[in-house]
């Protein structure tokens, strides 16, 4: 059966809403995050864009670049009961939902009847919708899986609708750019450039035994993404593949001991966390360090969850120390997970 799915992603989401509650933000560069020396920005809006002002960027590089740049700091609360008002719109139409952060969720229309089961006039209505009623622009992107439907959401953003229709799909993915693919990071892209590999068009030239033979599971994983295949259920609940903590310091970490102290710091943080729910079985344990020249490493190790673990992790990355080290993250991924995860081992944002 030809499944419809949609990808609902709202536009620079925690900007968009403070400037939603602040008329004197609108027209002026925005950003969400902290203004200490060594705070990063969450998220920005698109004027601060057009100044080179990028997520997850220092906040001080981002003034540098663009000096009226207003950082306001960020209200999860608010952030958080708009983002259950725009569940509550996409519960009208169906309950596969799967939501992947406040702002992002997959929607599964497939038995849906609303507009004589058109999808992309569904994802049309749902953006006005959302933004008649809660003043927050929205792209969505429709296509037959949750990998195309995603790409297809970031294809006309800002406030845009692309859609990727069945018949389409070869076409589509034949120039696709390989780092597009969710789950190819910029390290990997960079490897498949070096063997030739730019497009998704190209990398069909490469046989499923080949890309095996070179990658395990994940060449199941890249031969069917080549093609435009995925067939990942849309997740009701939302099955969580990892959960991560981190932290950017003040000041850079200088010896392997102010380190061990801040991963016991973190480690309860995580299980924090991990007590929240009903946690699934887990498949490996990450540590996420960033250095002082802002080189990023993560290394996972299908260890059990332990602090002394997290510590032995903590010290293959310590020869390094000639480097101090601005950011720790500790993490788990979960059981459930696709082969995906082995090229890209920490989620890019
Ligand atoms: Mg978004």
């Known amino acids: 059966m030809q499944r419809k799915i949609i990808h609902i992603d709202c536009d620079c989401y925690y900007a968009a809403l403070e400037e939603r509650d602040f008329a004197e933000l609108r027209g002026k560069p925005v950003a969400v995050g902290g203004t200490g020396p060594r705070s990063v920005l969450a998220t920005c809006n698109y004027i601060a864009r057009q100044y080179g002002v990028r997520s997850a960027m220092p906040s001080s590089m981002a003034l540098a670049r663009c000096p009226g740049l ?4 960020a209200r999860f609360e608010v952030y958080r ?4 008002q725009i569940r509550a719109i996409l519960n009208q139409y169906t309950d596969k939902i799967e939501p992947l952060s406040l702002d992002e969720a997959y929607i599964d229309v497939s038995d849906s009847s609303w507009f ?3 999808a992309t006039l569904l994802a049309e209505h749902i953006r006005q919708q959302i ?14 899986n949750k990998y195309l439907a995603k790409i297809a959401s970031d ?5 845009g609708l692309f859609v990727v229709e069945p018949s389409s799909v070869p076409g589509f993915v034949m120039d696709l750019p390989v780092q597009r693919v969710s789950g190819i990071g910029q390290k990997f892209a960079e490897k498949l450039a070096a063997m030739g590999i730019k497009t998704c068009g190209d990398l069909q030239k490469w046989s499923l035994p080949r890309l095996v033979q070179l990658y395990g599971k994940s060449g199941v994983w890249l031969y069917q993404r080549a093609r435009g295949i995925d067939e990942r259920d849309v997740g009701r609940q939302g099955a969580a593949k990892s959960m991560t903590v981190e932290h950017t310091y003040e000041t850079n970490l200088e010896t392997l001991q102010q380190s061990e102290q801040e991963v016991q710091a973190l480690y309860r943080k995580l299980s ?3 007590s929240d729910k009903t946690t699934p079985p887990l498949k490996s344990i990450l540590l996420k360090v960033r250095y002082a020249d802002f080189k990023t490493q993560t290394i996972e190790r299908n260890w059990a969850l332990s602090i002394a673990n997290f510590q032995r992790l903590l010290r293959v990355k310590a020869p390094r120390s000639e480097q101090s080290i601005r950011l720790l993250g500790l993490g788990v991924r979960f059981a459930n997970e696709t082969p995906a995860s082995q090229l890209s081992l920490w989620p890019n944002d």
């Open 70 to 73: 207003i950082i306001r700091p």
């Open 81 to 84: 009961s708009v983002s259950q």
């Open 116 to 118: 004589s089961g058109s």
């Open 131 to 144: 933004y008649q009623q809660l003043g927050i622009r929205v792209s969505a992107g429709v296509a037959p």
């Open 155 to 159: 294809w006309n953003k800002p406030n």
């Open 272 to 274: 924090d966390r991990l």
